[in-house]
């Protein structure tokens, strides 16, 4: 193994990762909304391999998406959207705050906490889909700020594609008043709870539902880390990193 990294980072390069590609997908399986498949391709140093993953059945076509004005990049095809919600009120001084879902997952046996998230439909944008996510989920209303590129959760495993939408809410707005915290929808089999939490608390609070037995989803406690750095850590890091160079 140590002979391999110093031959990639001293020797001559065997490997271009510019030449690996898919040749060809195999379905070995298939469910309603998932599908097992066998993947052949071309590996960065020239060899025809094999790899098994999962891809969802409701990938939405690449033809023409339904596009409003609240959608920033409606040409992006993705399986799913998870929303970022950036939660604030004119009326108060308050810091912004996010919105966060707690439900059980039977894939992994337990409540996870994760952002208001689900499946792009046939012909929605992913500003459309996020924006009926959130309001189904969590009942709020708001306005798309962006739209990320296509993310993936777990490219080792599976195909599903993610982009995040970051969605403003005005706490001021009627309709977003006196909403419940928990969410029922039996005809869809999901009940939700959901929690607002401080931005700058968001990273210790995820610690302490996991330390309560939820299980946290990457994306969000990626988000969280990140906003911990940018707003409590970050400057200090710089500050000391300066002075010692």
Do not use: H
Request: with cysteine; net charge negative.
């Amino acid at each position: 193994r140590s002979d391999s990294v110093v031959a990639c980072t001293g020797g001559a390069m065997k490997g271009d990762l510019n030449s690996a590609r898919l040749e060809s997908v195999e379905t070995v399986a298939s469910t309603s909304f998932l599908r097992l498949e066998q993947v052949t391709y071309i590996s960065p140093f020239g060899s025809s391999r094999k790899w098994d993953r999962v891809a969802r059945t409701t990938t939405p076509s690449s033809e023409s998406k339904e596009s409003t004005n609240e959608d920033l990049q409606s040409s992006i095809d993705c399986d799913a959207v998870a929303v970022f919600c950036v939660m604030d009120s004119r009326s108060s001084s308050n810091e912004p705050e996010t919105i966060i879902v707690k439900q059980f997952r039977p894939a992994v046996g337990k409540l996870t906490v994760e952002l208001p998230a689900g499946l792009v439909d046939e012909g929605e944008s992913p500003g459309a889909a996020a924006l009926r996510e959130l309001k189904e989920e969590t009942g709020l209303v708001g306005r798309v700020l962006g739209v990320s590129p296509l993310t993936f959760t777990s490219p080792g495993l599976s195909s599903e594609s993610v982009s995040i939408v970051i969605v403003r809410v005005d706490l001021d707005a009627e309709q977003n008043t006196n909403l419940p915290t928990l969410v029922e929808r039996e005809d869809e089999n999901e009940c939700i709870e959901t929690e607002r939490i401080p931005m700058s608390k968001l990273l210790r609070r995820l610690d302490d539902l996991s330390e309560e037995g939820y299980g946290i989803f990457t994306g969000l406690y990626s988000l969280a880390f990140g906003l911990s750095l940018g707003w409590t850590q970050l400057p200090g890091m710089l500050e000391s990193e300066s002075k010692g160079a």
